[in-house]
């Protein structure tokens, strides 16, 4: 079993930026796919991010591309992803997610993490 805890969330402006972390502990042996996804009240989860298990390739949802990077640093296990010129519409809980075989824009990982609630507002 693996645990993805995040933290990093809060409320932010509109125009602002923030970096979410997630850290995984417990069978951490092995490499893991990593990513985000995010889903706000009312609406369907969404892919943020994800970054493969050798940290070289990486994939974004349109809607967050070219204002989002994510990246891991494999000595901590943690991933983290930064986000910059935030909207409104950013608000949402965002999930760590962590697989060792799945990598992709589809929410088929099978590790989950509580989520991190980040409100975008001026």
């Known amino acids: 079993q693996v645990q993805l805890i995040e933290s990093g969330g809060g409320l932010v402006q509109i125009g602002g930026s923030l970096r979410l972390s997630c850290a995984a502990s417990?069978?951490?042996?092995?490499?893991?796919?990593m990513g985000w996804f995010r889903q706000s009240p009312g609406k369907e989860r969404e892919f943020v991010a994800a970054i493969a298990w050798n940290g070289l390739s990486y994939l974004y949802g349109e809607s967050v591309k070219g204002r989002a990077a994510i990246s891991r640093d494999p000595a901590e296990n943690t991933v983290y992803l930064r986000m910059v010129s935030l909207k409104p519409e950013d608000t949402a809980i965002y999930y760590c997610?962590?697989?060792?075989?799945?990598?992709?824009?589809?929410?088929?990982?099978?590790?989950w993490g509580r989520g991190t609630q980040v409100t975008v507002s001026s």
């Open positions: 417990g069978r951490t042996g092995t490499t893991y796919a």
């Open positions: 997610v962590a697989d060792e075989e799945y990598w992709g824009r589809q929410a088929a990982y099978g590790y």
